[in-house]
């Protein structure tokens, strides 16, 4: 059982920066993949980023390629998501969340466990 925290989310104007962690319980962080996620008002909830294991391999939506940056650190049992350039488009609820994948994956359906989500709002 992995119980997982979000933290960091706010009101920024476009153009601004946020870093979002994710806080993780248990012993066994390191043995899974981390993933974002984000879901707008009235629509489904869609990928952002994932990190490996060993925060080795990442890949993101295109999206937010070259302006958000996924990290983790095993020690401290603790995965962020580093925002900059934010825009209105940006704005969501977001979610971290734990796959026991051996592969990296985007889908949601393939994510074991999930936080209760950090609201990040960005101002035009």
């Known amino acids: 059982q992995v119980q997982l925290v979000e933290s960091g989310g706010g009101l920024v104007q476009s153009g601004g920066s946020l870093r979002l962690s994710c806080a993780a319980s248990g012993r066994t962080f390191g043995t899974y993949a981390m993933g974002w996620f984000r879901q707008a008002p009235g629509k489904e909830r869609e990928f952002v980023a994932t990190i490996s294991r060993s925060g080795s391999t990442t890949y993101y939506t295109d999206s937010v390629k070259g302006r958000f940056t996924v990290s983790r650190d095993n020690a401290k049992r603790t995965m962020y998501l580093q925002m900059n350039s934010l825009k209105p488009d940006d704005t969501a609820v977001y979610y971290c969340?734990?796959?026991?994948?051996?592969?990296?994956?985007?889908?949601?359906?393939?994510?074991?466990?999930w936080g209760q989500g950090t609201q990040v709002t960005v101002s035009s």
């Open positions: 969340a734990a796959s026991g994948e051996l592969a990296l994956t985007t889908r949601p359906t393939r994510f074991d466990y």
